[in-house]
C-alpha cells in the first residue's frame, strides 16, 4: 500500500504546471488522457517532494544555428561510425539455444560466465516480475522454471545495458534513461499479463529497448542529436519530431534498424520501430502494448529519455485495446512495488 503523503499547495501548483507542460500536445478533455493526467499529477507532486532533484533543469542548450542536410539512415549501418555490436554472451546463447543438440544446462552454462548478468536475471526471477512461491537461486534453475527462450530474452535486454557509457548527461541522463526503459517494459509487460496477448518477456524487453535509437542517434550523430534536444526544449516539439527535423529520420527507425542488423525477432524490431506510430503497433502485442506503455511510463514522469511531451492519442485506440480510465488506475495501483523491485535490480547493474 501506498504511503499517504500529504501535499503542500505550493507542490501541487508546480506540479501542474508540469504536468500542463508535458499535456502541451495532448487533449485532456478525452477520458483516458484525463485519467493519465491526473495519475501523472498525483506521481510527480510526490516526486517533487522526494526527489526535487530529478527535476533541477540544466542549463539551456543553443539553437542550431545552420539547416541540416538528410542523412539516410542506411548509411550509418554501413559506415565505419562505430555502431554497438550484439553482445557476445547473447551470440553464444543464440547459438546454443539453435542446436538440436544442446540442453537447459548449456544455456545455463554460457549465462554463468557473465557473473553480472547472472546475479541479474536471478534478482530479476526471484522479483515481484515473476512471484514464484519459492526461491530460485540457481541459473539451471531459473532455466528450468522459465524457460530457455524467455530467459535468453530477459538476458538479451538486460546485457545490452552497459553499452552506452560515456554519453553527456546534459543531453541524455543513463540513469534517468534506464528508469525509463526499464518502467516501459515493466508496464508493456503487466499490460501482457492483463489482456493475455503476447509474451511478457518479450513485451520487458521490447520496453527496454524500445528507446535504444536514442543513444545510438547520439554516438554516431552527436551534432544533430544536440540540435534535435535543443528544438525539442526550446520550441516545446515532441523529440521524434524533432530529430526528423535534422537528420530526416528518428530514433525510432535508427533503434529499429539496429535490432534488424542484430537478427532480432520480428516481434521486437516492430515494437521499437512503431512505438510513436500508432496505427502501426498494431502489428504485434508487444509493440502495441510498448507503444501504450511509453506513454503511461512518461505520464507517470518514471525516469527519463530526454524526450519530455505526450503525444496526443484518440481515446477510442485505448479504450478498443482495453485500456480503459478503471483498468489504468488498477495498473497504477499495481505499479509501485514491481517499480520499486525492479529499480532496485537495476541499481545493482551500475548505470
Not at 159 to 170: A, C, E, H, L, R
Amino acid at each position: 500500500m501506498t504511503e499517504e503523503i500529504t501535499i503542500p499547495e505550493e507542490t501541487l501548483a508546480e506540479a501542474t504546471a508540469l504536468m500542463d507542460e508535458r499535456f502541451a500536445h495532448a487533449d485532456r478533455s478525452k477520458p483516458v488522457l484525463a485519467t493519465l493526467y491526473e495519475l501523472g499529477l498525483n506521481h510527480v507532486a510526490r516526486d517533487l517532494i522526494e526527489h526535487p532533484e530529478l527535476y533541477r533543469k540544466g542549463e539551456p542548450l543553443p539553437m542550431p544555428k545552420k539547416r541540416f542536410e538528410p542523412v539516410n539512415p542506411m548509411t550509418l549501418m554501413q559506415s565505419e561510425i562505430k555502431l554497438p555490436s550484439l553482445p557476445q554472451v547473447f551470440i553464444e546463447m543464440r547459438q546454443v539455444i539453435n542446436d538440436p543438440s544442446s540442453s537447459a544446462t548449456d544455456v545455463a552454462k554460457v549465462i554463468s560466465q557473465d557473473t553480472a548478468l547472472s546475479a541479474f536475471l536471478l534478482r530479476m526471477v526471484n522479483s515481484s516480475f515473476y512471484s514464484f512461491p519459492s526461491q530460485i537461486d540457481t541459473i539451471s534453475r531459473a532455466v528450468a522454471v522459465i524457460g530457455t527462450k524467455q530467459l535468453s530474452t530477459l538476458a538479451l535486454g538486460t546485457s545490452v545495458m552497459d553499452m552506452f557509457k560515456g554519453i553527456p548527461t546534459n543531453i541524455l541522463d543513463l540513469e534517468l534513461f534506464w528508469r525509463h526503459s526499464f518502467a516501459c517494459g515493466i508496464i508493456a509487460s503487466q499490460l501482457a499479463k492483463m489482456f493475455k496477448q503476447g509474451s511478457p518477456e518479450k513485451c520487458f524487453v521490447a520496453g527496454l529497448l524500445h528507446d535504444i535509437g536514442r543513444p545510438v542517434f547520439m554516438m554516431t550523430l552527436p551534432d544533430r542529436a544536440i540540435a534535435a534536444t535543443a528544438i525539442s526544449r526550446n520550441k516545446g516539439a515532441l523529440m521524434f519530431k524533432a530529430e526528423r527535423i535534422v537528420a530526416g529520420f528518428d530514433h525510432s527507425e535508427l533503434g529499429g534498424m539496429l535490432l534488424r542488423k542484430w537478427n532480432l525477432p520480428f516481434s521486437l524490431v516492430t515494437a521499437v520501430l512503431y512505438h510513436h506510430n500508432a496505427s502501426k503497433a498494431t502489428k504485434t502485442p508487444e509493440s502495441l502494448y510498448v507503444y501504450f506503455a511509453n506513454i503511461i511510463a512518461k505520464t507517470l514522469g518514471i525516469g527519463g529519455s530526454g524526450d519530455f511531451f505526450i503525444q496526443d492519442v484518440k481515446n477510442e485506440r485505448w479504450e478498443e485495446n482495453g485500456l480503459t480510465p478503471d483498468k489504468l488506475k488498477k495498473l497504477d495501483a499495481e505499479l509501485g512495488p514491481m517499480l520499486e523491485d525492479a529499480f532496485s535490480i537495476l541499481t545493482t547493474l551500475g548505470t
